[in-house]
């Protein structure tokens, strides 16, 4: 087991900057146009990552967001060389990957609680019990909330793709409501939302143009449409915002397993309670050489000095030992397919 220390992200940058050599092969590997897809949680941070990478590099890699589940598809069908996700594959996922599976982590990032309250200037905080109602439709008037907040119906906003956001939050809500609410990619709410929508920037989009909504998306979204964020009560009793530092305190104690996903993260003991982990899934197996390479340099770029760009975007950064673990396992199983 692999663990998160505060120190590791702390020293992370600053060693991997000065210490790591990087050699890049430059000459077919460099032409390749790497294509990926997959998670809206994490397109913020991929799409920096493919500017910097082509500003040092010369060589280009394009990423689409489509959801989590949307990248599994695209993976399983051999459609892109590389799939993001905040979804770790099922088994029977796993088994339709013909050309084999690494899990790469990049990073970990919050689930911002998005709302519109027009000519309302008291900040939304939100207690456990009333997060976990609002998203079952037992409580539909802002008023319910606070006195103070205007007697309006709470327009419910939901992600309608295969969402690992989705998952995330609804993990959450079974978590502290003692399993009475169901996790899953596409829940069934038990009521009827206001609307459903694929992805994070459509979700934010709505909920901005809508007033009395809420919703929810990766805080780089919330804080891209100017909208706020609630207050959201953790473990400790604690009303917190998703910022990096609560992000980071929620994650301190993560831990990977060998395959580099990680143990169960559905309630923080402390911090900001909604968070979650960004992977890339690349093959074991590429059709050759060129491909091998350049997944192996981007993979390698990316688990050090692209995670000097991580937290300037609100996402924490991977633990050096378990980078280095991941680029030193990707050396020895990405290979020619046979």
Do not use: C, H
């Amino acid at each position: 087991m692999k663990t998160f220390t505060i120190s590791n992200w702390q020293r992370i940058v600053a060693t991997t900057l000065t210490a790591t050599t990087i050699t890049f092969t430059t000459n077919a590997a460099s032409a390749q146009l790497l294509k990926g897809g997959g998670a809206s949680f994490s397109e913020p941070l991929y799409q920096r990552y493919s500017a910097e990478y082509e500003r040092e590099t010369g060589v280009k890699f394009q990423y689409t967001a489509i959801g989590s589940g949307g990248g599994i598809r695209l993976f399983i069908n051999k459609t892109v060389d590389f799939a993001g996700t905040t979804l770790i594959p099922t088994p029977i996922e796993k088994n339709q990957m013909q050309d084999g599976l690494l899990i790469v982590p990049t990073g970990g990032g919050s689930i911002a609680i998005v709302y519109n309250l027009e000519d309302v200037s008291v900040d939304v905080k939100l207690s456990r019990e009333q997060l976990a109602q609002i998203f079952t439709g037992q409580i539909a008037n802002w008023n319910q909330i606070d006195s103070r907040f205007p007697n309006k119906k709470i327009q419910v906003v939901v992600q309608s793709d295969s969402s690992g956001t989705t998952l995330t939050l609804t993990k959450y809500l079974r978590k502290i409501t003692g399993g009475k609410i169901e996790a899953s990619r596409e829940p069934n709410w038990g009521f009827q939302v206001f609307t459903a929508l694929p992805q994070d920037s459509a979700v934010a989009g709505e909920v901005r143009r809508i007033d009395g909504a809420i919703g929810y998306v990766q805080t780089s979204f919330a804080r891209q449409n100017n909208l706020p964020t609630a207050r959201i009560e953790n473990r400790k009793g604690r009303y917190v915002e998703p910022n990096l530092a609560e992000t980071e305190k929620a994650l301190a104690n993560i831990k990977f397993n060998d395959d580099f996903t990680t143990e169960d993260i559905d309630d923080p003991e402390d911090g900001y309670p909604l968070v979650s982990l960004n992977w890339l899934l690349f093959y074991n197996k590429y059709p050759n050489e060129t491909l091998v390479q350049a997944n192996k340099n981007l993979l390698t770029w990316i688990l050090t000095k692209g995670q000097g760009f991580n937290r300037e975007l609100g996402y924490t950064i991977i633990p050096e030992d378990v980078a280095k673990k991941v680029i030193e396992t990707a050396k020895n199983e990405l290979r020619i397919r046979p």
